[in-house]
């Protein structure tokens, strides 16, 4: 018989709060966390606003070392130990003792050692790392480039464009819900016990954040724009994209060893499906990629259409991603009484920290049985009228649908059910 994955710990830090109930609460309340950035130079930058953590302080982590000026690493810290505390790994003499999966962030080299790489081991549009030789010592431990598999993926994927199945398996933005999925089954077929699935978004390094704006990934905004209307998830309105930072962590282990350990089950990890859909460029998102990725899922994670309550939608405020996701939501569950959510518009888009991110709310939207307002939502572009998915209310939420993709036609989605502890 399969072991069952559940969810006994979480933590997460976004604009919007420190704390999940924080985060919650503000939600709730219709709080925004985009702002005007004031941090840097704004004049070569095409958007000065975003999602940005303000006031994080990392000196109540009690650690050091050089790698941790990194504020990614800060974060995502912040996080796995907010998922540890509650789960009771900190405050007893257990020590949790698992395996840790990180999403990697979409843009994450510093500025000198992209410059090393460039200098050294590019030559004809390719990348050659056995050149580098001594010049590795020139780079921080945690930049990423010592951990090879990764680095050449972002930069081919952003200098070049490559896309496509026979190109480049890039899952940058999914890699935080994929590593969801790839813990639930590391945990049912029993290699593992315990795992910590984590991942970070802070693109507001000026060298990231300005090849964003370069590749016109990012809203132009204006000295007159509002904070409070910038995102317009799935709105006719939607301009463009708003990013911002936070991280997320889930700790997840075999049911067998959180009831014997007498833990709170927060939720149960039904499946999911990753799969890639190319598209017409690198940054195209279709409907029949969507529509295919959320059929794999409920097949993988054996639900119904009926079954799913409320799905978290990837919903960025990017016209063509939105409308894409939006129809194909519509062509699987056209009429039900399926509710519709983002938080996107309250506190940006958080890339590859998002798919983990909208799991925390999930359990939240199951702990309650309520779900937020998707602010700004007026009304879409599809000829259907799906209001009814944006504006209704649930007496109680069962099971949630996160929704999530990215760069390169990658599509990712993960099914969660109620834990015990609320009345499952």
Same mark, same amino acid.
């Given at each position: ?18 704390? +999940?109930? =924080? ?6 309340? @219709?709080? &925004? ?17 975003? #999602? ?6 990392? @000196?109540?982590?009690?650690? *050091? #070392? ?36 990180? #999403?990697?962030?979409? &843009?994450?080299?510093?500025? =000198? !050692? ?16 056995? /050149? ?16 090879? +598999?990764?680095?050449? *993926?972002?930069?081919?994927? @952003? ?34 016990? $315990? ?7 802070? +693109?507001?390094?000026?060298? =990231? ?23 317009? +998830?799935?709105?006719? $309105? ?17 049911? =067998?060893?959180? /009831? ?20 017409? !460029? ?9 529509? @295919? ?10 639900? *119904? ?34 509710? &519709? ?32 307002? !998707?602010?700004?939502?007026? /009304? ?45």
């Amino acid at each position: 018989m399969k072991r069952k994955a559940v969810i006994t710990g979480m933590g997460c830090i976004n604009s919007l709060g420190e704390h +999940p109930d =924080e985060i919650w609460d503000a939600l709730h309340h @219709k709080k &925004i966390g985009i702002t005007r950035m004031d941090a840097y130079e704004q004049e070569p930058y095409s958007c000065s606003f975003g #999602g940005v953590v303000q006031q994080f302080s990392a @000196k109540m982590l009690d650690i *050091s #070392g050089k790698n941790m000026m990194n504020r990614a690493n800060q974060l995502e810290l912040y996080a796995v130990i907010q998922a540890c505390t509650q789960y009771g790994a900190l405050d007893v003499e257990e020590q949790i003792d698992c395996a840790v999966y990180l #999403g990697n962030q979409l &843009i994450h080299i510093d500025y =000198e !050692t992209m410059t090393i790489l460039v200098n050294h081991c590019l030559e004809d549009g390719c990348l050659d790392f056995t /050149r580098l030789g001594e010049h590795i010592r020139k780079i921080p431990p945690l930049s990423g480039v010592k951990l090879l +598999p990764t680095v050449p *993926s972002h930069f081919i994927a @952003k200098t070049y464009h490559a896309h496509g199945e026979g190109n480049l398996l890039y899952n940058g933005e999914i890699s935080g819900l994929l590593n969801v999925i790839q813990a639930a089954q590391d945990i049912e077929m029993g290699t593992a016990d $315990r795992i910590i699935v984590a991942s970070v978004f802070s +693109p507001f390094q000026p060298h =990231e954040y300005l090849w964003l704006c370069d590749e016109q990934m990012v809203r132009t905004t204006t000295i007159d724009d509002d904070s409070s209307q910038l995102m317009f +998830p799935f709105d006719e $309105r939607h301009q463009g994209i708003i990013y911002g930072e936070g991280a997320a962590a889930l700790i997840i282990e075999s049911e =067998e060893t959180a /009831r014997a350990k007498n833990r709170t089950i927060l939720g149960y990890v039904e499946g999911g499906s990753i799969n890639m859909f190319p598209g017409e !460029t690198f940054y195209s998102l279709t409907a029949e990629g969507f529509k @295919k990725n959320l059929y794999h899922t409920l097949e993988k994670s054996e639900q *119904s259409i009926k079954d799913i309550d409320l799905i978290y939608a990837h919903g960025c405020s990017s016209r063509e991603w939105d409308n894409a996701e939006l129809e194909a939501i519509y062509s699987i569950w056209e009429h039900s009484d399926i509710q &519709i959510r983002s938080s996107k518009g309250n506190i940006g888009y958080t890339g590859c920290a998002s798919g983990i991110m909208d799991c925390v709310l999930a359990i939240q939207s199951m702990r309650h049985n309520a779900v937020f307002d !998707t602010i700004n939502y007026q /009304r879409s572009e599809l000829d259907q009228d799906v209001s009814a998915y944006f504006n209704g209310e649930l007496s109680t939420v069962e099971r949630c649908l996160i929704n999530n993709a990215g760069l390169g036609g990658s599509y990712c989605s993960v099914v969660l059910a109620k834990g015990d502890s609320y009345g499952k």
